[in-house]
């Protein structure tokens, strides 16, 4: 009975939020409450709250909402981020945390690709062109960089990382990869990759740097004026991992300056970045919404999961994929 | 002086390799000598054959880089300087290069041209050339085949990736001042995806293994079946039947020649006989799609999107309703426009030139069929 259902709260249903296949997904299991209805009555409402779904960031899990859940068990967060979440705070509250591993990582690497290929081949410009009111084409600036036979330098070597190196292995790229520890011989045979173990090896030789590594705070700005410098001036850096991994002033100086030839951004500090700022009228800088895992089958399989672990916490049964305190 | 080259030619070409009882250090010696000879050689500009070429920058022109190579071995003549005195040039050139179409190869033309040899295409395509008719004015042709197929390959598939995660639409979303609204974009899934390429030559061949990459199943038509080590170093399904391909395909990837069988491949009836949630990718030639049924087909929704490095014309006019609707990505045929491998090309123009101007065989001549 649908009465019986165990509550839970949500940023919205719609197309800032959830889309009606994923809603009815939370439907079968929960009652969901947008944070609109929630908040003209946080007394009424709070108290029937046992679960927080985020989803692209939303709810903010602010102290200020936690406070007003206290039935609250699990905070369910869509993708395998967590640099958004205050782990030990929320923890410290008696509250579980659970992320989606592993579904993201398939979309996330496609998208990785996509954004390579479009930079590398200049497929906006051309678009442009192709549809624009004149057709003009310096041949020039529609040439683009090779993909195939370069070398593909993958700075983060887990899962999406491996995908990655696996779907550039098709194009006949070299790889070469920088984690922060060597990966096992079947891994790196798998998709043909060399280790650096030092970084800066990867930046001189990558005609495409790939950042897919997870964010810890202390790799805020680890691709600043120096790493890309160290870059070729023909290469390109794709970032679908966090925004705060590139120090953007940098980059932009290193993109007007032509220190390296451009860069594809599926993230960026802040999201969005404000209008007007300067990284987006570069037109050597392809810039996407933070849309790395943005398909439907994926988006399915994420909401399954953030269900999956809310009926386990409810339930007061281990969760599938509990993020534990460090 | 052109014998000596032909000869030493033989011993340098490919380096290291070298002619039987030639030892290597004599390899080494004779190239030195002959870069020596070249460089001297190359001076005298007056002694280089002439090639007709349309121009050099500007819309469709030869980049830079390529007129260049071009000019090591060829005293180039550009369509205008030709026009502005076809008897001055005329008689010598033996050469035409001709680049994205340029220059026109109307008959006209080749009256003014009696010592032509050899038209050398860039491209694999020659859809554009009458062969046969070239061949009885005792002009050959030939094309660059297997350099472009890599770089034809990767935009394939980053038109099918850029369709398929509306890469171009966040991109704009992302730039626009006026946007409030950043999320909405939803894709369609490619890993794992039914990938049905359609022409598995050298190019389709290419995108089946770049598919595989992203674990996606792999279905092709072809003329004729491929060999089982060709389809087992891709995974992929042969489909005597193009119209099952069609039903099963979450991505249909043209990667055919243009030819009369080819012309308006796609029609109506394949359209419709695909998923509504499918994609159309286009790399062939723009006549190998009914545009008509094409626009049709995506306003209605009968497909999901289509992706075009390919019309016909290109360009297309700027009030076409293709370049008005959403759910479609085109390029201006971007294809091998990369420098490498473009210079890739050129050079493979140049062989074949001095091939035909020095009365060798021509490696990538085009027979008429």
Same mark, same amino acid.
């Given at each position: 009975m649908a009465a019986d259902k165990p509550w839970a709260l949500i940023s919205e249903v719609g197309e800032n939020g959830y889309f009606e296949e994923l809603a009815d997904i939370m439907r079968e299991h929960f009652q969901i409450m947008p944070l609109s209805d929630f908040l003209q009555s946080p007394a009424l409402?709070?108290?029937?709250?046992?679960v927080l779904f985020i989803w692209k960031f939303y709810p903010e899990p602010k102290p200020s909402l936690l406070a007003e859940?206290?039935?609250?068990?699990v905070v369910c967060s869509a993708g395998?981020?967590?640099?958004?979440?205050d782990i030990p705070y929320i923890n410290n509250l008696g509250l579980k945390i659970a992320n989606t591993p592993h579904v993201v990582s398939d979309a996330t690497a496609d998208f990785a690709m996509g954004l390579l290929l479009a930079s590398a081949r200049k497929m906006f410009e051309g678009q442009q062109i192709a549809r624009g009111p004149e057709m003009v084409i310096i041949p020039q600036s529609l040439m683009g960089v090779e993909v195939s036979g370069s070398t593909l330098g993958i700075i983060g070597m887990g899962e999406i990382g491996h995908k990655i190196a696996q779907r550039g292995k098709g194009f006949d790229m070299k790889i070469l990869y920088h984690n922060r520890s060597r990966r096992s011989a079947e891994d790196e045979a798998a998709v043909g990759a060399t280790y650096c173990e030092n970084l800066d090896d990867l930046l001189k030789l990558s005609d495409f740097v790939m950042l897919s590594l997870r964010f810890h705070?202390?790799?805020?700005?680890?691709?600043g004026h120096r790493e890309l410098s160290l870059m070729k001036p023909t290469a390109i850096l794709v970032n679908?991992?966090?925004?705060?991994?590139?120090d953007q002033d940098a980059l932009i100086h290193a993109l007007q300056s032509g220190i390296i030839q451009a860069a594809a951004l599926d993230?960026?500090?802040?999201?969005?970045?404000?209008?007007?700022?300067?990284l987006l009228s570069l037109p050597n800088a392809l810039i996407t919404?933070?849309? $790395?895992?943005?398909t439907t089958t994926t988006a399915k399989k994420i909401m399954h999961r953030m269900v999956n672990n809310a009926v386990a916490a409810v339930k007061g049964l281990p969760i599938p994929d509990e993020v534990k305190p460090q | 002086m052109l014998l000596q080259l032909h000869t030493f030619r033989g011993l340098?070409?490919?380096?290291?390799r070298c002619e039987r009882n030639v030892s290597f250090a004599s390899c080494v010696r004779v190239s030195i000598a002959l870069k020596k000879n070249i460089k001297a050689y190359g001076t005298?500009?007056?002694d280089k054959p002439l090639a007709l070429i349309s121009?050099?920058?500007?819309?469709h022109g030869l980049i830079q880089e390529a007129a260049d190579l071009m000019k090591q071995h060829f005293k180039l003549i550009t369509h205008q300087e030709f026009l502005q005195n076809p008897s001055l040039h005329g008689t010598k050139i033996q050469v035409l290069f001709s680049w994205v179409n340029k220059p026109e190869l109307l008959p006209s033309l080749f009256t003014s041209l009696?010592?032509?040899?050899l038209v050398a295409n860039? $491209? *694999?395509?020659?859809?554009?050339? @009458?062969v046969p008719y070239l061949n009885s004015l005792g002009v050959k042709v030939s094309n660059t085949p297997l350099v472009v197929s890599d770089a034809t390959a990767d935009i394939a598939m980053g038109l099918l990736l850029a369709s398929a995660r509306r890469i171009i639409e966040g991109h704009q979303i992302s730039m626009?001042?006026?946007?409030? @609204?950043?999320?909405?974009l939803i894709g369609t899934e490619v890993t794992g995806a039914t990938l049905g390429i359609i022409g598995m030559g050298h190019i389709g061949l290419r995108i089946a293994q770049r598919g595989r990459g992203f674990d996606m199943k792999i279905l092709y038509h072809n003329r004729n079946r491929r060999s089982p080590e060709d389809e087992q170093a891709v995974g992929a399904t042969y489909c005597k039947n193009m119209e099952d391909l069609l039903r099963e395909a979450d991505f249909v990837v043209l990667a055919v020649n243009l030819s009369p069988q080819t012309t $308006?491949?796609?029609?109506h009836k394949e359209l419709s006989l695909m998923k509504p949630t499918a994609t159309l990718v286009n790399?062939?030639?723009?006549? *190998?799609?009914d545009q008509d049924a094409l626009l049709e087909a995506l306003q209605k929704r009968t497909i999901r999107a289509a992706a075009l490095? *390919?019309?016909?014309?290109?360009?297309?006019?700027?009030?076409?309703?293709l370049l008005h609707l959403p759910n479609i990505i085109i390029t201006p045929?971007?294809?091998?426009?990369?420098t490498a491998t473009t210079l890739k090309m050129v050079q493979m123009m140049i062989d074949n030139a001095l091939a035909a101007v020095e009365g060798?065989?021509?490696?990538?001549e085009v027979k008429p069929k």
């Open positions: 409402h709070g108290p029937k709250i046992q859940l206290p039935s609250l068990k395998t981020g967590t640099d958004h979440l705070t202390d790799c805020t700005g680890l691709i679908i991992s966090r925004g705060l991994l590139v993230v960026t500090h802040p999201e969005p970045l404000p209008r007007g700022h300067p919404p933070h849309m $790395g895992i943005n | 340098f070409n490919g380096f290291g005298m500009a007056q121009y050099v920058g500007g819309m009696p010592a032509l040899k860039g $491209g *694999v395509g020659i859809d554009h050339i @009458d626009d001042p006026k946007t409030v @609204d950043f999320q909405s $308006g491949l796609i029609g790399v062939s030639r723009g006549l *190998v799609v490095d *390919v019309t016909y014309p290109e360009p297309l006019p700027r009030d076409h309703p045929h971007i294809g091998t426009d990369t060798r065989q021509i490696p990538n």
